[in-house]
Each structure stands twice: as structure tokens, then as C-alpha cells.
């Protein structure tokens, strides 16, 4: 009789433990996997961070002479004049476009330079909003019911009524020297907020050289 409540406290204590045990170990496995050298309980060790982003309030690098700007990759012209060759050009979001760049060499480009002028912060000068951070694809906010976020927004235009596809084309009908964008970024507006600075004459790096062709020598 005795034996029998002591065989059953030392059976019940034994299930306890393995019980536990099988816990213990389930929640290892399930953290760490089938592996002995799990050192996710180890306290992680405070660092001070370091910075890793470049300021985006330096000035853009002027190159130091023609000779430098021809030794360059990329050629060297104002944004709003890339954005300008763009819409002169057709406005392709695939097709590559040329320009003559600021040392005056042939250059070519794509869309995919002339769209971060639209979406990217801190680029037109320092502090400055992103065309997009106004323009959305959101028309019931976005100023002027116009999209910049995408080629589509873009293309579309302004002032475009609750559900219609196009409004107000704000690229000249392709010529742009009479569009809309070029007055907004060239045009300090002193009486529109994101529009009281003007913006022509950001200088940035974009598009590549076209080769040269030899002169012949005579
Ligand atoms: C702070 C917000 C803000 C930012 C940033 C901003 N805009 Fe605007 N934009 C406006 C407002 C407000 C208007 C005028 C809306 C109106 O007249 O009803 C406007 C008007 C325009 C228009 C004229 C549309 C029309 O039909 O009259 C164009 C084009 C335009 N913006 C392009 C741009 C581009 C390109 C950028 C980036 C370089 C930009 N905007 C950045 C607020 C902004």
C-alpha cells in the first residue's frame, strides 16, 4: 500500500520531467533548429550607429574644365533642360533621346533619368519636397488633379475630372518650350506652395557621351 502511493508520486514526478524536458526542447528546436551553436539568448551588444548616408546638401560637383567633363562617364547638364529634351523628343518612357549637354557634347538618355527628377526628395535644391510628395496618384488630393508618380501620370496631365483618363496635357502636345511643365519649373510662383522657387538651374549628371567620330586627318 505504501509502496503503491510512493511508485505513483515517483511515476507522476518522472512524467513531470519529461514533460518539461520535451517543452524545453521543443522551444529550442523551434527557435534555433537541430544545432548546438544557437547563440540567439547571447545580449546584443549596444553600438553607437554610424551614418552611412551621404549628406544630399552637398552642392553638385562642377567638373573642374572641359577636358575633366570629356574624361566623365556621364554627361553634365541642367535637369530641366534633360526634362525638356524629353518632352521635345516625344516623350518615350522606352525610347532613348539625345541632347547637347552643358560642355556641349552629344549625349543620349532614357526615361529612366528624367523620372527620379519627379519622384525624388532633396534633389532640386536642399529640404526640397519630391514632385510626387503633392502630385500623387491620390487625384482627390493631389494639386492640380495631376500624377507624376508614374510615366501613365505623367502622360495624363492635369486637372483630370473624377474618373477620366486624360485632362490638361502638361507637356505642350511634345513641345516645350509652350507646356505647362516647363512654366512650373523655370516660373518662381510666389503664391503656390511647392512652386515658389525656380528650378532651372539644378545641374545634375545624367546620360552618356555619344561616341565621337574621329576627324580625319587631311
Ligand atoms: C508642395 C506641393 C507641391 C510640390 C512639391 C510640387 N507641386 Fe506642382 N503644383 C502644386 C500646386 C498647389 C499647384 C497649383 C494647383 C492649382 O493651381 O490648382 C501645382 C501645379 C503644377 C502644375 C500645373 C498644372 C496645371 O494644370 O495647372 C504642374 C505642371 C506641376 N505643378 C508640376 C510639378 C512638378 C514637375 C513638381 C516637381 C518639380 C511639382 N509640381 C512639385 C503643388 C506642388
Not at 133 to 141: A, Q
Request: aromatic share 8%; hydrophobic share 45%; glycine share 10%.
Amino acid at each position: 500500500m505504501k509502496d503503491d502511493v510512493r511508485t505513483y508520486i515517483y511515476g507522476a514526478i518522472g512524467v513531470f520531467l519529461i514533460g518539461v524536458l520535451a517543452w524545453v526542447g521543443l522551444v529550442y528546436v523551434n527557435a534555433c533548429g537541430f544545432t548546438l551553436s544557437c547563440n540567439r539568448g547571447t545580449i546584443p551588444v549596444a553600438r553607437t550607429p554610424i551614418p552611412t548616408l551621404i549628406p544630399a546638401t552637398l552642392p553638385a560637383m562642377l567638373p573642374e574644365d572641359g577636358m575633366a567633363a570629356a574624361d566623365a562617364d556621364a554627361c553634365y547638364v541642367a535637369a530641366a533642360d534633360l526634362m525638356g529634351a524629353w518632352v521635345d523628343a516625344g516623350a518615350s518612357d522606352t525610347e532613348v533621346f539625345q541632347f547637347t549637354d552643358a560642355t556641349g557634347r552629344e549625349c543620349e538618355s532614357t526615361f529612366e533619368e528624367v523620372k527620379p527628377l519627379f519622384v525624388e526628395a532633396n534633389l532640386w535644391y536642399s529640404g526640397s519636397l519630391s514632385c510626387v510628395s503633392c502630385h500623387s496618384v491620390n487625384l482627390t488630393v493631389s494639386p492640380a488633379q495631376l500624377d507624376v508618380s508614374s510615366y501613365e501620370g505623367i502622360l495624363a496631365g492635369s486637372r483630370r475630372a473624377e474618373g477620366a483618363a486624360t485632362g490638361t496635357d502638361i507637356l505642350g502636345g511634345g513641345n516645350w518650350n509652350s507646356s505647362l511643365l516647363k512654366e512650373f519649373i523655370f516660373e518662381a510662383k510666389a503664391d503656390v506652395p511647392g512652386h515658389t522657387e525656380d528650378l532651372s538651374d539644378l545641374m545634375i549628371f545624367a546620360g552618356t557621351p555619344l561616341p565621337v567620330e574621329a576627324t580625319p586627318t587631311p
